[in-house]
């Protein structure tokens, strides 16, 4: 059961929210007697329906209700949540112009128009309660639409040039998934695109190793003529479970790479495998998770997967989290030619248009999603091809990504 202080300050400040937005509501409403009882009373439903889900979570087996379910209901709460959270900037900058305007009356003005502001005479602003309201409604309906988007796959066609690359392998098809969830359409799309190898780049669940039982057949069908091969994202060690004990959670891992295995994929852990085209070779790298990032454990150890690529003219890393790129790779290892990575999903929100991309994220990683350039040396963030937590996308769709090596 979670924390009950905290759940206790949650649930609080969601009421005090909650209070402070209908004041809003209140002003901004029109209509007779009846139309404003609706109103109130919709708001109010949804509110507290809002706040008792809130609470009977903690006391709920959620292992007993479909991942989609949990996550949509979880989701819708956190949207409510974060509109009225957006709403209520706009109504304290208003407040703060409202209380600002009542010091300065205060202070320096005396008489009748004094009077009237110690009345309570200073109105709210309409236009920027509307504002707040319109902020708020925007991100919410944002965030149910979001839930269309999940498995609205692009295709990203990526030509990348190396004057190293081996003439024999000049012309080869990469293509690059990260961040599962399975379904058939998406898995269409990669066999359609007929790659000469396939490549994920960790996260093939979000905690458990039998969350992948029902998508073995799906993903079995992912094949390339030189192979497929993976590697681990921080979501497949377990480490966000409460394990009954350290060998629960061994054995997860082990039944993790057992699933692999299955898939007919070649899973690299902390190693290399050549590549081979008419006696030229390319080495394909792949490490176990390792993070900057403080509070993301360092399982990758490059220095043991690096060795024996020392003479192949053309390297590609795998590595799920692309803090590893400025972290370790940039400084110690110039001749990677290219590092794939995925982790970000690019926060599943944001904006991407021609000559502009935006997302929170970029606030915690520098590279966060696309091509990444430093010298000769490239980094690929793969804005992944499912999703965790919230199950949609907004702005930032799923991706496959295809390279062509020229």
């Excluded at 030189?226 to 061994?250: E, F, I, P, R």
């Excluded at 935006?358 to 010298?375: I, M, T």
Aim: hydrophobic content about 45%; glycine content about 10%; charged content about 20%.
């Amino acid at each position: 059961m979670r924390s009950s202080p905290a759940w206790l300050i949650l649930a609080g400040f969601m009421i005090l929210l909650d209070l402070y937005v209908f004041q809003i509501i209140k002003v901004v409403s029109n209509g007779g007697t009846r139309t404003k009882s609706i109103i109130f009373t919709t708001y109010w439903i949804i509110s507290i329906a809002a706040l008792i889900i809130l609470f009977v979570l903690p006391l709920l087996n959620l292992d007993n209700y479909s991942k989609g379910v949990r996550s949509t209901v979880f989701a819708i709460i956190i949207g409510l949540f974060l509109g009225k959270l957006i709403a209520s900037v706009f109504f304290l900058v208003d407040d703060i112009r409202r209380g600002t305007q009542w010091m300065v009356g205060k202070l320096f003005f005396r008489g009748t128009e004094g009077e009237q502001i110690e009345e309570g005479k200073i109105s709210r602003s309409v236009f920027l309660s509307w504002l707040g309201l319109a902020a708020g409604t925007g991100l919410f309906s944002s965030l149910l639409l979001g839930f269309t988007n999940k498995y609205n796959y692009r295709v990203r066609k990526i030509q990348l040039s190396y004057p190293n690359l081996p003439l024999s392998f000049k012309g080869l098809r990469v293509v690059q998934i990260s961040d599962m969830s399975a379904v058939q359409r998406g898995v269409d799309k990669i066999l359609g695109l007929k790659p000469d190898l396939v490549l994920f780049t960790g996260d093939l669940v979000n905690n458990k190793s039998d969350e992948m039982q029902n998508y073995l057949q799906v993903f079995s069908q992912v094949k390339a003529p030189m192979g497929v091969y993976s590697t681990l994202g921080n979501h497949d060690y377990g480490d966000y479970v409460q394990w009954a004990n350290s060998d629960d959670k061994k054995q997860n891992l082990e039944q993790l790479k057992q699933v692999h295995a299955q898939l007919g994929w070649r899973l690299l852990m902390n190693e290399s495998v050549l590549l081979k085209r008419n006696e030229e070779q390319i080495a394909v790298i792949g490490v176990e998770n390792w993070s900057s990032k403080a509070r993301f454990p360092k399982y990758g150890d490059l220095a043991k997967a690096y060795t024996g690529t020392e003479t192949v003219p053309f390297k590609i890393l795998m590595s799920h989290d692309p803090s590893h790129w400025d972290g370790e790779v940039i400084p110690k290892y110039s001749d990677i030619d290219l590092m794939l990575a995925g982790h970000t999903h690019g926060m599943q929100f944001g904006v991407e248009i021609p000559w502009f991309k935006w997302s929170p994220v970029q606030y915690v990683y520098r590279q966060w999603a696309g091509l990444y350039e430093q010298g000769r040396q490239k980094l690929y963030v793969n804005r992944g091809f499912g999703f965790i937590g919230y199950p949609g996308r907004v702005g930032i769709l799923p991706e496959i990504t295809l390279f062509e090596l020229v």
